[in-house]
Structure formats: C-alpha cells, structure tokens
C-alpha cells in the first residue's frame, strides 16, 4: 500500500466523522487570516510587520520561503493577480478557501 493511498483513506475516514486533519485547519486559518491582514489599516502594527523587508544581503544558498509565497503561487495559478487586491473582497476570498487546501495541502 503506498503512502499516497493511505492519506487517502485516511482523509476519507476524517471526513466521515467530520474532522478535519491538523494541516488542512491551519490552511484554513492562514488564508482567512490573509483576508483580516488585508483589511488592517496600513499604520496597524501587524499590518507594517507582515509587509517589511528586511535591509541587507541575503545569504547564499537556497532563498527561504515569506510568509505570502504560497498566496502568490495560488493567486498566479489561479489568474487572480496580486493576492492582497484579491483578499479585500472578502465573500470572493473566502469562497476560495477550499481551493486553496487542495493546492497547498500535502
């Protein structure tokens, strides 16, 4: 049996008695909380931290991974242009949420 069938089997079983699996909640929780980042006020704390760029050189080597990859990655995929203008219309955003586990859950 390979590992892939038995995910399968697995997610089947979860949502016969309506669970979720950990990964796919915090899918969740991540791209709603994309939509509340959006909708923050430019001069809120949070906001200036999830949008400031660090000053310097970056190491060499494989470049690591921002907060807002995946949203760029779903968003181009998906022929949605930048994420942040399509995160403010709310009902839009949300009725993506499904779509955006199956792309980026394991």
Not at 34 to 40: F, G, H, P
Request: include cysteine; glycine fraction near 2%.
């Amino acid at each position: 049996e390979t590992l892939h069938s038995w995910h399968q089997r697995l997610y089947m079983k979860l949502a016969d008695v309506n669970l979720q699996s950990w990964s796919r909640k915090v899918l969740r929780q991540y791209w709603q909380f994309a939509a509340y980042l959006v909708s923050l006020p430019e001069d809120r704390w949070l906001h200036r931290v999830f949008k400031r760029t660090p000053h310097g050189v970056r190491s060499q080597g494989r470049q690591h991974n921002t907060w807002e990859d995946l949203l760029v990655a779903f968003c181009r995929h998906n022929h949605l242009g930048d994420w942040t203008v399509a995160a403010k219309d709310v009902p839009s955003w949300l009725s993506l949420t499904i779509d955006f586990i199956e792309f980026a859950a394991p």
